[in-house]
């Protein structure tokens, strides 16, 4: 494991660009594992300001997102798809047809055996970006018993709909359902950026990199990978 870390969220995300970018410059058809969720807005925008001065190309780049809520159509503003497509997709030269986000509104378990096969013919990911939850969540691999292998339909903690409450006009909307890609698609990624910002998520850190790996801190399984950079800034 590589730790860099960052001043500050914009520092945090230079940095993490950086090695997107570098991914990008160096294997022009690689295949990018995104997140959506606050963390990564910066690193997006920082991407997007890359490919308007010319810098970055992402006209051979496959995309795979970690997950979707479940009955939320691509269109619904709170949708990742959504998210996406507003907060990247749109900005840069990407292929729509070599982006995919989970089907909210398909048969939940046909979609999951679907998208670990998208994962499977595209050989799998090159580079996984990951965000982290205040519970250690990593996708929507929520703590619990054990390791969920693959794409699963996940029943979501109050911890997660609280925190995502936020991105909804009521409570109420927060879904309780949603689909990830599993613990084997993440730690079979060649590399994995885990981005991490902001001084309430230091101790749920701390204890994903040094404590003991456990699914009650499903982030904690990344220590075992054998190419992960945390990209942090966590003192403010
Ligand atoms: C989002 C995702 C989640 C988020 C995590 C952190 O696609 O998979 O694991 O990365 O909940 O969210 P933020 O960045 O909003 O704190």
């Given at each position: 494991?590589?730790?860099i870390y960052a001043t500050d969220y914009k520092d945090m995300c230079r940095k993490a660009a950086n090695l997107i970018s570098a991914q990008v410059i160096l294997y022009p058809n690689s295949v990018l594992g995104?997140?959506?969720g606050a963390t990564p807005i910066g690193i997006y925008d920082q991407l997007a300001d890359w490919y308007r001065k010319r810098d970055l190309d992402f006209s051979g780049v496959t995309s795979v997102n970690l997950d979707e809520y479940c009955g939320l159509e691509?269109?619904?503003?709170?949708?990742y798809r959504?998210?996406?497509?507003?907060?990247?997709?749109?900005?840069?030269?990407?292929?729509?047809?070599?982006t995919h986000v989970p089907n909210g509104i398909a048969d939940p378990d046909e979609e999951c055996r679907r998208y670990d096969e998208?994962?499977?013919t595209?050989?799998?990911i090159d580079l996984q970006l990951l965000?982290?939850?205040?519970?250690g969540h990593i996708g929507f691999n929520e703590p619990g018993p054990l390791f969920q292998k693959g794409t699963h339909c996940v029943e979501l903690s109050e911890n997660t709909r609280q925190a995502n409450r936020r991105f909804f006009a009521h409570a109420e909307e927060v879904p309780h359902k949603a689909i990830t890609v599993g613990m084997s698609s993440i730690m079979q990624a060649k590399r994995v950026i885990l981005a991490v910002s902001g001084k309430q998520k230091a101790n749920i850190l701390k204890k994903a990199i040094e404590g003991p790996?456990?699914?009650e801190i499903p982030a904690s399984l990344l220590q075992l990978h054998n190419d992960l950079i945390v990209v942090a800034s966590v003192d403010q």
């Open positions: 494991m590589r730790l995104l997140a959506t691509a269109a619904h503003k709170q949708s959504y998210f996406m497509e507003t907060q990247f997709f749109s900005k840069i030269n990407i292929q729509r047809s070599r998208v994962i499977h595209l050989g799998g965000g982290l939850g205040h519970n790996v456990t699914p």
